[in-house]
């Protein structure tokens, strides 16, 4: 499938932009975020890669959604870190968030082989230098200690993304993972080794539903 302008309603972009300038983000940075959403719907017409279909519900749902937590990995970029993001699906919030920082290094965990068609294909025409994909499942990405970060959106309860990826964190390293309702049963089942290092409420302009940060590290001892 060919790169093209991105077809989209005039108010699409505007909202983009007021939402990234609601998160202190340039609103310049709607150009590259919705030639990534042309390509997101245009795939999706055929490989069924998110249940959101509406471009413009995709840019709360998905792209301020993915970007609310940005802030959040600034002290990776700043150490020029690596993250990992996993199950990220057609590339959320990894891509978004590759997008918005230049030189993170961001790794795309992904097992299902559309999806990860259309991760290849994304980072080819987006020109994404730093991004790469992994088609594999979570558990079997032989990179033990290899980020400083795991980033996960609706992939798992928080004992399972840990289960599933924990290995690959540096000792220091850090799971950021995205949540609805604040997830205190999944907190206080947390496998031993980790612990709740910070949880923080994100605001997605235009959405109401309420979202979390949770931030967990390995237990201090
Ligand atoms: C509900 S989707 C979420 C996608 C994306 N993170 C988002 O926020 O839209 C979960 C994704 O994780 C992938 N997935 C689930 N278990 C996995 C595993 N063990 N290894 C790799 N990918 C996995 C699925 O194929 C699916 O694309």
Do not use: C
């Not at 975020?33 to 999706?44: G, V």
């Not at 032989?142 to 399972?160: M, N, S, V, W």
């Amino acid at each position: 499938m060919s790169t093209a302008p991105a077809p989209f309603d005039p108010s699409l972009r505007r909202n983009l932009e007021s939402g990234l300038a609601a998160l202190a983000l340039d609103p310049a940075l709607a150009t590259p975020l919705l030639d990534y959403l042309a390509l997101l719907a245009r795939w999706n017409r055929t490989y069924n890669l998110t249940a959101v279909r509406d471009p413009q519900e995709m840019v709360g749902k998905h792209l301020l959604d993915s970007l609310a937590m940005h802030p959040y990995v600034d002290g990776i970029v700043e150490r020029q870190g690596a993250l990992a993001d996993l199950g990220t699906g057609p590339g959320l919030p990894g891509i978004p968030l590759a997008i918005v920082k230049p030189g993170l290094r961001v790794t795309l965990v992904e097992s299902n082989g559309k999806k990860a068609r259309f991760l290849r294909e994304a980072v080819r025409q987006l020109s994404l230098a730093d991004v790469r994909v992994v088609e594999s499942r979570i558990e079997e990405v032989d990179e033990p200690g290899a980020y400083d970060a795991i980033t996960a959106r609706a992939l798992a309860t928080l004992p399972l993304i840990l289960e599933l990826g924990g290995h690959l964190l540096k000792p220091d390293g850090r799971l950021l993972a995205m949540k609805g309702v604040y997830p205190a049963d999944e907190i206080a089942a947390l496998p031993a080794g980790w612990a709740l290092q910070s949880a923080y409420p994100l605001t997605v302009p235009g959405l109401e539903a309420e979202r979390h940060l949770i931030v967990v590290g390995r237990a201090v001892a």
